[in-house]
């Protein structure tokens, strides 16, 4: 079932890809390698998605220890902004995949076997 969503994810991802910036269009082109890969494409799918979350908490943990260090003073507030909108940027991209993938789970299910 997951193989068969893959096509929309992907599709989804590509379209989103200009709007959210780099952390989308990099998960679109690793979503277009899986989705080009043969064999089991599912494995390879989760992974991504894996990939793409790991990234997302890494700079969500990356902007709190800046604003951390912004509040004790070692950091400028230009860097505590840029990694507060990198990590704002990941999080819409998380929550666009996320919308996106149910999205298409929910097409899937709506077919008539």
Do not use: C, N, W
Not at 65 to 78: D, E, R
């Amino acid at each position: 079932m997951i193989v068969a969503a893959l096509p929309l994810v992907t599709s989804a991802l590509s379209a989103l890809a200009p709007s959210l910036g780099t952390a989308a269009s990099s998960a679109a082109s690793a979503a277009a390698s899986a989705a080009s890969a043969s064999g089991s494409a599912g494995g390879d799918f989760g992974s991504v998605m894996a990939q793409v979350s790991g990234d997302a908490l890494k700079k969500m943990k990356a902007a709190e220890a800046t604003s951390i260090s912004g509040l004790q003073g070692q950091a400028s507030t230009q860097d505590v902004v840029q990694s507060v909108m990198s990590a704002q940027e990941s999080l819409q991209t998380a929550l666009a995949i996320r919308d996106k993938s149910v999205s298409a789970f929910q097409e899937i299910s709506r077919m008539s076997i």
